[in-house]
């Protein structure tokens, strides 16, 4: 089992900055990849970032040259950087680890963009 712990979500102004942070715990020398996703009110949860092992990144088309997603070596902590933020990336943003057993989740934590 791997445990899943977010912080760092809150308020801010359109074009500000966040950072979102995930503690993992338990089996994490099984995780392959990490990532975050995100889910606004009435709309599917959505891929925004992934970050494997190998540090391979993918990232969704509308935060590309906004977000940036980090770990460390251990697959110990995921980062967010989020910068530029726009009201639509208000949303309840999820960390993901997933390993040959399957997908594990935080409990998520809100960002709101608003003037």
């Known amino acids: 089992q791997v445990q899943l712990v977010e912080s760092g979500g809150g308020s801010v102004q359109p074009g500000g900055s966040l950072r979102l942070s995930c503690a993992a715990s338990g089996i994490i020398w099984s995780i392959n990849a990490m990532g975050w996703y995100r889910q606004a009110p009435g709309k599917e949860r959505e891929l925004v970032a992934i970050?494997?092992?190998?540090?391979?990144?993918t990232y969704a088309d509308s935060v590309k040259g906004r977000f940036t997603i980090s770990r460390e070596n251990a697959m110990s902590k995921l980062y967010l950087e989020m910068n530029s933020l726009k009201p639509e990336d208000t949303s309840v943003y999820y960390c993901?680890?997933?390993?040959?057993?399957?997908?594990?989740w935080g409990q998520g934590t809100q960002v709101t963009v608003s003037s």
């Open positions: 993901n680890a997933r390993n040959n057993q399957g997908n594990y």
């Open positions: 970050i494997t092992r190998i540090g391979t990144r």
